[in-house]
């Protein structure tokens, strides 16, 4: 038994703390639109992503409104946007179909007719002639354009974008279907918003992810760092986000005259952030936790055999998630019932939530698939208790090449489900450090 | 090999298709509060499940806004409400801290003094005591009501909702968390909002699951029941929803003047629905897919061991979500290396995406596991081809007690993560067929 360095009572708090953002001055409305949403049908990522990025290039959204594919009552919100901040963007409403009435109501709210642009109709037609499909006469209807506004083209479906000047506002429109919308946002809106906005700089952003602190274990250890930013001006800023079962999002934000300085702000703050939090840092650029493990199972050319128990696969499933996983993935035991730790991973008579249970698991995972590193997991996910263990009890082992498997022992919080998440995420994250020590000591 | 029964191209569209429900006449938007809604920290499910659970009993929801923890935006953001709709359901800010401010903005709309209630003060002081904990002097907050409104009583948490009367509107407070917010809005504000809508009848709403039918196909066969419905005066409703990878939900609406007259209706209207769609109806009461092959096989007194590999373990991590999995479920063997189907799982040399590879595992994974029943998968996940078989190509192998293995071969869309849970689904709903045709025969 080792003392646990992962796991340690997780983060259960998605309650957020932001430091300053520096601040354009320009307040964005999210306008959703599609009946389809408002009954519930649909969720609605595209508001969520949007007020993020919004947020993080220092654009306020303070609404978001949701409506349906209403002539009137689109119009009635975006008149209601626009009273309330300087500017909206819409999503959805610009297919196609006769539900389709997003121009139709920006035009409105513009006061102008609508016409049919020509160069438009051209590459909207190039998109079906490409695929070997005719277009429907319908399509046409994308290309029309209220009169003074100018198209955002489109890159990867047929539904052009809008930036359309209201007076001092603007209304942008882009399409429903999330990577079209985020594609046209960062290309062409966020663009658009920083040059009204007077904002000459490049904003870039990075994500650093950790696992293992306790939010406000994390908060203390990075204060300091945050107040020194703080008090230098605030550039590059620093927040972070508690996400549950992914740990801690820590997102860097910098500003600069080009990208080239940005990036190398970005490089300076993301080392400073690493010596003080250390090897909880398990990702700098937004990968996944498997992502991460991915990666050191490759660089060490080391292959990993699992048994699990209470994760009833969850381990191997969130692994498989990894494109070309089978290169270091041998398999996984999900050895649900006692009986089949005992016959099957050569577990001995007696408790099978206990560490020699996770130690012989992990070893015997090893040999059975034949992989260079086992890992195992068994453990109580609840409601009742198991082996006179409570519920979130869990027992974690860990067999490298050539090494005794050791086990660690943990006690997670929450219900089922988020035992199980906890314990997954908490293995992941011990093979992550053990092989990091591993590899160190035999380069 | 059989022919497939299951997962013929299965749904893969979300659009709506809604007969006309019963119409109150009433109008009601949704305000969720909360600056991590705008800054996409979290996602907004709330607004989402009232816009579906309004809708399903006739009460229009023509917009939702979201809004942060900001007193003159919350209030703002009512006063729209108010002015284009008939009631508001505002979702959270009335927790104990400082940034929870929902009830306060509520009075100023109201244009109240705020009073505290002191049977809510016993309530509250009740549940921590009841937990063995002190309670904090800020959760004395949640016992503040503007004058005139009346609580609603929590049962879960401790923070109690409120209707608060405005004119000839309402506004309904409920808190953010989600179990909190759905209980009291069927507990409370449902029965309200009727009672003010003239509504005297009972309305009560069922959902039945179906699997293995694409879209069109199942609006074909229920397309004469509809009409008859709706000729017939349109109560009770039916209306369907395709939701993907989990199939085709069907909700049945009723309405009468009493719960056994509504519930002798539902009966009669799901029979008619089980009669025209057959055994691709895998739940009639919201029951999720594993949960009716659990229950298929407690039925049936057999326990099930399963051989994977596309799927890395989502078949085990799916079942093992069900309490109790332990009594009929031995476990998994993910066999992601084709070497551990060869040596563990004994599939002869040559192509392991194949039938023969599907019936062997199945075969292998009762025997090794020690189950009754062995269930097999082994397919294509993309993007690149294996074995000369391009993407989404999948062998389930199905092993019942005393019969040789049978094996389905099935052809899915979509990419990776996409045919993994279609094979999933596939599997599983397979298996709950050739259950109910093994038990129907075995009595």
Known sequence: MVTPTCGVRPVDDSRHRLTKWHDSGMRIEVLAVGTELLLGQIADTNSAWLGEHL??????????????DNHDRIVLALRTALARSDGVIV?????????????????????????????????ISKVFSARNREMPESNLKQADV???ATPIPQVM?????LICPVGQKVVYAVPGVPY?????????????????????STIVSRVIRVWGLSESGFADLLAPRIEAL???????????????IEGINVRITAKAGDRASVDSMLDAEQAQVI???GDAVFSADDRSMEEAVAWSLLSAGLTLGIAESLTGGLVASRLVEVEGASVWLKGSVVSYASEVKHTLLGVPQGPVVSDVAARVMASNARRILGSDIGLSLTGVAGPAEQDGRPPGTVFIGLALPGEEAESVEL???????????????????????????YTAIRP
């Open 55 to 68: 947020a993080s290039s220092g654009i306020d959204s303070h609404f978001h409104q949701a409506v349906g």
């Open 180 to 200: 079209e919308m985020s594609e046209m946002f960062e290309r062409a809106i966020l663009p658009d918003l920083l040059a009204r906005s007077g904002e000459k």
């Open 91 to 123: 999503c959805g409403g610009l297919g196609p179909t006769q539900d389709d009435i997003t121009r139709e109501a920006i035009a409105e709210v513009m006061n102008v007719p609508i016409d049919r642009d020509d160069s438009l109709v051209g590459a």
């Open 275 to 277: 010596a003080l939090v």
């Open 230 to 244: 703080d008090a230098a001006g605030g550039n590059p800023t620093i927040a972070f986000l508690a996400s549950g």
């Open 411 to 437: 006690h997670l919080p929450g219900d089922r489900p988020r035992v199980r998440q906890y314990a997954t995420i908490s293995a992941l994250d011990l093979l992550r450090r053990r092989l990091a020590d």
């Open 146 to 148: 209220p009169r003074g």
């Open 157 to 161: 479906g047929t539904a052009p974008g």
